[in-house]
Every structure is written in C-alpha cells, then in structure tokens.
C-alpha cells in the first residue's frame, strides 16, 4: 500500500499523518508520504509544535520535509487522503482524467465522519489533531488487514 496524505502547507497535518501511520503501520511493507497543496514551506521542517507533540507521543517527525503536490502523485501512489475538503478539491482539480490513486477526505475513509481536521497553524489545537488522526490510522490499518 502506497498511502499519501495531503494538507496545505505540508507542515502540520499531513506530516503529523505521515509519522503516524508510518509508526503504526511497521512492518507491514506500507509506503507512507506526506504533501502540501500550496507551495510556501517547500523543504523546511514540520511545524516545531508539531514535532514537540509528535515526539511526546513516541512518533519521530524531524526528519520530514515539506513538498508539493503533483499530479504525478495520482501514479505514485495507490490512496491520496486530504486534511480538509479544500485540499480534496485542490487535489482533485489536478487529477487525471484517466486512473490516477483513489482520493478521499482522510477522517470519512477512515472513520466514516465527512469532517476535517482542523488546521492547528493557527489556533493551536496540536493534541486534538493528534488525537484524531491516530484514530484515523488505527481504521485504516484494520481495515487493510
């Protein structure tokens, strides 16, 4: 499984999901990766409070960097899960018209809830989004086996 998380600047959900899964699913031959839909963070670090929640959780994140979503992901990758609805439609502007990766809004796949995670850039929230998205893995790992 080539599994790909999309948010907008690559520097707090989408890697937080990307440590994550990558953690949880050890050992079971996943690929696991991480992009933004905007361009602004473009090879720094994820978001220093997401690293320091990351690490109080056990999950090693520093070593990501941010990147660009392409629409060369659509072949590079068999599942495309977006934070939030606008970075489902950005996404999904750029798909190709033939084949390309299944795409979903990362909580309805994985825990059948139509909602975003919210984008703690701004308001904070770290732990919650944790919360969330390592509730999010853990259903998408059981329902892959």
């Given at each position: 499984m080539r599994v790909q998380f999309v948010c907008l600047g690559n520097i707090c959900r989408s890697p937080t999901a990307h440590a994550v899964l990558r953690a949880k699913a050890q050992?079971?031959?996943?690929q696991v990766h991480s992009a933004g839909t905007g361009g602004w963070h473009i090879g720094h670090p994820p978001d220093p409070?997401?690293?320091a929640e990351a690490?109080?959780?056990?999950?090693?994140?520093?070593d990501?960097?941010?990147?660009?979503?392409?629409?060369?992901d659509f072949d590079r990758f068999d599942l495309i899960l977006a934070m939030d609805r606008s970075n489902l439609r950005d996404i999904l502007a750029l798909r190709p018209k033939q084949g390309?990766?299944?795409t979903a809004l990362f909580l309805e796949h994985t825990l059948g809830q139509r909602r975003d995670v919210p984008d703690p850039y701004y308001s904070g929230g770290?732990?919650?989004?944790f919360d969330m998205?390592?509730?999010g893995a853990d259903a998408l790992i059981s329902s892959s086996s």
């Open positions: 050992g079971l031959g996943w409070r997401a690293v690490e109080a959780r056990g999950y090693p994140m520093a990501l960097r941010a990147e660009r979503f392409t629409a060369d390309g990766a299944k770290f732990a919650k989004v998205i390592e509730r």
